[in-house]
Each structure stands twice: as structure tokens, then as C-alpha cells.
């Protein structure tokens, strides 16, 4: 984000736009209200079954995700690169 902002401050200097759209950007995520799926609604989830292979797979990618705190985006990009094992024989995603 700091390079498209830069870009954008750089664009105002040229004449290129009139205003820097980030000078109302604070950076922050605000979230109000979160609503969290109960353990019954992500068992519905679970126990749904799709015709289809690709949506079988946003299905696991999505509770995945919730069960993990990882953003689905990245959690469609994990791979076996991103698994590895402990001195106990356990398995850890990590970051590579």
C-alpha cells in the first residue's frame, strides 16, 4: 500500500489526478459487529455434500479457514512446501 500511495502523491504532483484518494486512508480495518458461525452451522457446512469437485474444495478451503484463522486466499496457496515436522513426529504448517 505504501508504493500505490506514494504513486498517488507523486500523480497529484504531476497534475496526473486532482486529489490523493489516500488522504481519507488511515490504514486500519475496522469491523463492527462480527457475527461467528456456531459449531452447529459450520457442522452444516461440513456435512454438506456437492456435486461438484470444485465447490467440494471452496468448502474445505473455507473451513479450513475457519477453523485456522488463516485467510482463505492463503490457505488455497498452501502446499506441501508449507508442511513440516517436528522432533516428534507432528505436523506444522509454516511460512516458506
Same mark, same amino acid.
Given at each position: !500500500? #505504501? !508504493? /500505490?500511495? @506514494?504513486?498517488?502523491? /507523486?500523480? =497529484? #504532483?504531476? %497534475?496526473?489526478i486532482d486529489k490523493d484518494p489516500f488522504s =481519507? /486512508? *488511515?490504514g486500519k480495518l475496522y $469491523? @463492527? *459487529?462480527?457475527i461467528f458461525l456456531s459449531q452447529e452451522e459450520l *457442522?452444516?457446512?461440513e456435512n454438506k455434500n456437492f456435486s461438484i469437485k470444485r465447490l467440494d #474444495? =471452496?468448502?474445505?478451503v473455507f473451513l479450513f479457514s475457519c /477453523? @485456522? %484463522?488463516y485467510a482463505p486466499v492463503d490457505a488455497a496457496n498452501l502446499s506441501l512446501n508449507n $508442511?513440516?515436522?517436528? %522432533?516428534? %513426529?507432528?505436523?506444522w504448517f509454516c511460512h516458506i
Open positions: !500500500m #505504501r !508504493m /500505490y500511495k @506514494t504513486a498517488c502523491k /507523486y500523480s =497529484v #504532483r504531476m %497534475g496526473l =481519507v /486512508y *488511515d $469491523i @463492527t *459487529d462480527a *457442522d452444516r457446512i #474444495r =471452496v468448502k474445505d /477453523y @485456522t %484463522g $508442511i513440516s515436522e517436528d %522432533g516428534n %513426529g507432528n505436523l
